[in-house]
């Protein structure tokens, strides 16, 4: 059971003195997202549909974009609520989650909190117990119910090798369903190795992440072979999008691939909707060329922004970020008017802490549908401590 006195400890030690954020005179990705979580604490993937994976890669975006702390927090303390983590992640007995575990620790690990201590909970203790006698990490739930793909196997690398632990023998596992092409498959034991870009994009950042550099550099070769002409990824499903191109930054750069990498992000900055767009839609990075649409942008904006800020998920804190996220001034012409054609945006309730205006300063288990009521938190942000309110709720009726 996560004790209300665990929560409120985790969330005391996440928040800490931080700077401002700046005015921008660029629409900033970051002001739009934190503006998506509702109620300041969740992300959703369509009206009244809770996507715990999701809101995770939101604090993800924010921490690679060095703003929007506050809204963090707040996410982590509604992902570190009893029900929400059970069921992202599991009850640590009948069912154990690998997303969720290690989507959980990144969180804890981005604020600088420990993952041996989530709201009580030490995630890496439960992780280490899914893992078989080859290095593979396996969800433990009903038959048929394993979700595990080559995303969990990568985060759970990087997971552990930001806590300083032992991967070898995951490593190894991941190392051995390379195709012969030099890429990485999503799905695991497939009759035919088929190499995939959002795949190949994670694993290279977790294997360079562990130090292996015979798999990885053939990978990374492999997956700057499938960069298209207007410098953007593709995924399985479609062309050049934000979603794989994001994804495949954090590669390059680890890479050394400094010149894919600038062409991709450059892309990036071609989806985004500057001030010549909608009020409520500035600063998002539409899903690709044919514009923007709401959901399919906070998806997308999440996983964009690690590539703007030429990071991934080894990399991503919110060491010396801002608490809140820049004002955007549009008052002055964009220097970037490229615009994707919008559709009218939904805005999510409950907006994100904006930073006033100061005067400048010196220069990133499965995810389900779950219905918004049957969820509730009451999260109260007053001077330097937030302070968690929790009430039982039924979950999952």
């Known amino acids: 059971m996560i004790r209300k006195s665990a929560l409120v400890a985790f969330v005391a030690a996440a928040l800490v003195a931080t700077p401002q954020a700046q005015a921008a005179a660029e629409p900033s990705a970051g002001t739009w997202l934190a503006g998506q979580f509702v109620d ?60 969720g575990l290690v989507k959980l620790a990144l969180v804890a690990q981005a604020l600088g909190t420990d993952p041996h201590d989530f709201a009580g909970v030490d995630l890496l203790d439960r992780l280490a117990a899914l893992q078989d006698g080859a290095g593979r990490y396996l969800d433990r739930t009903e038959p048929g119910g394993d979700q595990t793909n080559a995303f969990t196997q990568a985060l759970a690398i990087i997971t552990l090798t930001r806590a300083a632990q032992p991967v070898a023998k995951p490593v190894a596992f991941q190392v051995s369903t390379q195709c012969p092409d030099g890429g990485f498959p999503i799905s695991f034991g497939e009759p035919t190795c088929k190499s995939d870009v959002d795949g190949t994009a994670i694993v290279v950042q977790a294997l360079q992440a562990a130090g292996e550099k015979t798999a990885s550099v053939r990978a990374l070769a492999w997956l700057a072979s499938q960069q298209q002409a207007d410098g953007g990824f593709p995924s399985a499903l479609s062309g050049s999008n934000a979603n794989s191109t994001g994804l495949a930054v954090g590669a390059l750069v680890a890479g050394g691939r400094a010149e894919a990498a600038d062409k991709a992000v450059a892309y990036l900055r071609s989806l985004q909707v500057g001030c010549t767009g909608p009020e409520a839609a500035r600063g998002a990075i539409a899903y690709d060329a044919t514009g923007f649409e709401v959901y399919g942008a906070v998806r997308a904006t999440t996983q964009a922004m690690l590539g703007l800020a030429r990071k991934s998920l080894v990399d991503v804190s919110f060491a ?78």
Do not use: M
């Open 320 to 397: 010396g970020a801002a608490n809140g996220v820049p004002a955007i001034d549009c008052a002055a012409p964009p220097s970037v008017p490229t615009t994707p054609a919008p559709t009218t945006p939904a805005p999510a309730p409950g907006g994100p802490e904006e930073a006033p205006v100061d005067p400048p300063l010196a220069a990133t288990g499965p995810d389900q549908a779950v219905p918004l009521t049957l969820f509730g938190s009451v999260a109260v942000l007053a001077g330097a401590v937030l302070v968690l309110v929790t009430r039982r709720r039924k979950v999952g009726a």
């Open 40 to 99: 300041g604490t969740h992300l959703v993937k369509g009206p009244d549909l809770v996507d715990h994976g999701l809101t995770a890669d939101g604090v993800y975006g924010l921490a690679a974009a060095g703003v929007g702390k506050s809204t963090a927090v707040k996410a982590a303390a509604w992902l570190a609520e009893p029900g929400q983590l059970s069921y992202f992640a599991g009850d640590g007995e009948a069912e154990s989650y690998v997303g």
